[in-house]
Structures are given as C-alpha cells and as structure tokens.
C-alpha cells in the first residue's frame, strides 16, 4: 500500500470506472475526494479537490471538450451545493480550505464501501500511513474533522 506525499502526485491517480459513480451526484463524489485528501493529509483547497475529482472521475469532472484538463467551476458548484446551507455536507471557504462534517464522512464512507481506496496507475493501492507531526506542524488546511 502506498500514500501521495503530495499534492503534485495527485495527478498519478486512476480514474475509476464510469459505471461505478454514474449514478452518484457530483457531491458525493467530490465528499469522497475531500475524504481521501484527509486521508492523505494533503490540503483541501479548491485546486487538490478540482484535479483529484478529475483524476477519480473524468467522466464527470473532466472539461467538455479538454478532457485532459479538470473543471474546477464544476467541483467548484459541488462544494458550493456542499455548504451548510444546502446539503450540510462540509464548512469552509476556498480561502482557507475545506472539510467534511459527520453527513459529508457518512457520504464519502458509504461510496468508499463502493469503489474502495483510490488506486495508481500502475494499480497500486493508495491507503493511509501515519505521517510524524513534523509533517503535518505548519501546513495549511490541517483542520481536525
């Protein structure tokens, strides 16, 4: 099993199969995303969720006609739908960060039961490793859940 170290390794991750998230709305999928991200202790912000839903979801998240680019408007519309005020999914803001409450774990764990922990390219499990804290002490977005 192995873990991304970092934000720029996220463009190392399978996409999943297309049948398998179909039917799910985009804030679910984007709750399993931000799921991983914490997983991962990498930063939630808006640019690791946009490319780590296109890299997860291309068929959903990916730029009509540049699909080798991520939409960020679109996650950007699933995070916004993800507020307190509409499906009480995760708090916060693009400035500093985003994380899921109890409805948004309960979401992404329920998907997780379905496509099981994202995966290299290569085939690779990508699970979780405890990290030391002189790893996690400084980064931003590291709020606890």
Known sequence: MTMLENEA????????RASLYADYPLTTLT????????KWQLPRTIESIAVLNWRLFPD?????????????????RSLLQMQPKYRNLLTGAAVKGFNLNKSGIEKAEELNQTLGAPQTGTGEVLGTVERSEERRVGKECRSRW
């Open 31 to 38: 709750a399993y995303s931000l799921y991983w991200l914490h």
């Open 9 to 16: 390794e996220l463009v190392n991750v399978a996409p999943h």
């Open 60 to 76: 959903k998240f990916a730029m009509i006609g540049y699909l080798q680019f991520p939409d960020a408007f679109r996650t950007n």
